[in-house]
């Protein structure tokens, strides 16, 4: 069976971190402050990031290029308020088409409660020059299976992102039929093997893809969460030494 020629892991404990007095964020690629070696864009994907939002409390995020931003709630709902949207759940992913310059707020409507989401950075050069905005709703109660989230196939073609949740020992293929394309995944909840390699929550694991390229991956808990965003890697930056 075809393998991937390359991966790298990015493993939880070693990911940048900013807070501030309202937010704490945890960076899978260099992002403001954070810069280390081997934390460059993967093709289109340019940032990951973990984050936490205190209760009442709003951020605002300014992008520098034509990009791509995919919100992803994980514990609690979020607001969009610039540009103005509907409350996003768990069980929903909002995407926002961005020029360079655009920017967005996003605001923790809870009195006491903090909020965790995730944020996915994707360079688009035909990005809106109004905010376009998007709302994708998923079964969170689907199981054993990876629910397609965000597929953006058309030129310029920059990723498809899917959401899978596991019953221990349940197990998953992902197949990559077309070259210069890049797998990555990221644990949400609980541990996958994936790849032959061992991961645990929040950890990432970059895979390039050969061309019939299988990827493999078992969970070994209960209730197991993973991201897998599949991107291709023509773009400047890719992490490929």
Not at 30 to 57: I, K, M, Q, S, W
Not at 148 to 157: E, G, I, N, R
Request: hydrophobic share 40%; aromatic share 10%; glycine share 8%.
């Amino acid at each position: 069976m075809p393998t991937t020629t390359q991966a790298q892991i990015f493993l939880a404990a070693q990911r940048g971190s900013s807070r501030t007095d309202v937010s704490q964020s945890y960076h899978s690629f260099n992002h403001g402050t954070y810069v280390a070696e081997g934390r460059e864009p993967f093709g289109p994907l340019r940032l990951l990031n973990d984050d936490t939002l205190r209760a009442e409390a709003s951020l605002t995020y300014q992008v520098n290029q034509p990009t791509d931003v995919l919100l992803l709630p994980v514990h609690g709902a979020i607001d969009l308020t610039n540009p103005p949207g509907d409350g996003i759940w768990p069980g929903q992913l909002v995407t926002l088409s961005l020029p360079t310059g655009g920017s967005y707020t996003v605001h923790n409507p809870y009195e006491t409660e903090t909020v965790n989401f995730l944020q996915f950075w994707l360079t688009n050069p035909a990005a809106q020059q109004a905010p376009a905005i998007k709302e994708i709703t998923f079964d969170l109660a689907t199981r054993n299976t990876l629910l397609p989230l965000f597929d953006q196939t058309h030129p310029p073609a920059n990723g498809r992102l899917f959401l899978g949740r596991y019953e221990g020992r349940a197990e998953g293929l992902y197949s990559v039929d077309e070259p210069d394309r890049g797998v990555f995944v990221f644990i949400l909840q609980g541990a996958f093997e994936v790849a032959n390699r061992l991961m645990h929550a929040k950890d990432g694991l970059a895979l390039w893809c050969d061309p019939g390229t299988a990827i493999d991956f078992e969970a070994l808990s209960n209730d197991a969460l993973l991201c897998l965003l599949d991107v291709p890697l023509n773009h400047q930056g890719s992490l490929r030494q």
